[in-house]
């Protein structure tokens, strides 16, 4: 009687481990992404560096600031006409708290 019982008791035994092991288990996540599009750069204004006199023997530079301001230095002169003036000016729009970096050539 002792064995059929410890025999009994074995076969309840991996009756449930058999249950156990062919249990399926399921987890379900919530996911998310920010999908951040890529920037704009719209054209403002043209550049123009208005009316520019040259010597003929000097070289010179005509720089123009972002406050449409002109300097010269050289062979340049600015005329008291000084025709259209202008730096170029660009709207970037793209999504808030982005960057960007705009690269010049060392020369040109």
């Known amino acids: 009687m002792k064995k059929l019982s410890i025999l009994f008791s074995l076969v309840l035994i991996l009756s449930i481990a058999s249950v156990t092991v062919?249990?399926?288990v399921h987890a379900?996540?919530?996911?998310?992404?920010?999908?951040?599009?890529?920037i704009s750069i719209l054209k403002v204004d043209n550049m123009?560096?208005?009316?520019?006199a040259v010597s003929p023997t000097l070289a010179g530079t005509v720089v123009l600031d972002n406050a449409s301001v002109r300097t010269?230095?050289?062979?340049?002169?600015?005329?008291?006409?000084?025709?259209s003036v202008s730096a170029a000016k660009f709207t970037?729009?793209?999504?808030?708290?982005?960057?960007?970096?705009i690269t010049l050539p060392a020369s040109i």
Request: proline share 5%; aromatic share 4%.
């Open 48 to 52: 123009s560096f208005g009316n520019v």
């Open 72 to 83: 010269q230095t050289g062979g340049v002169t600015l005329p008291v006409i000084t025709g």
């Open 28 to 38: 379900e996540a919530e996911t998310s992404a920010n999908i951040v599009g890529p």
């Open 22 to 24: 062919q249990a399926q």
């Open 92 to 101: 970037v729009s793209g999504e808030a708290g982005t960057t960007y970096s």
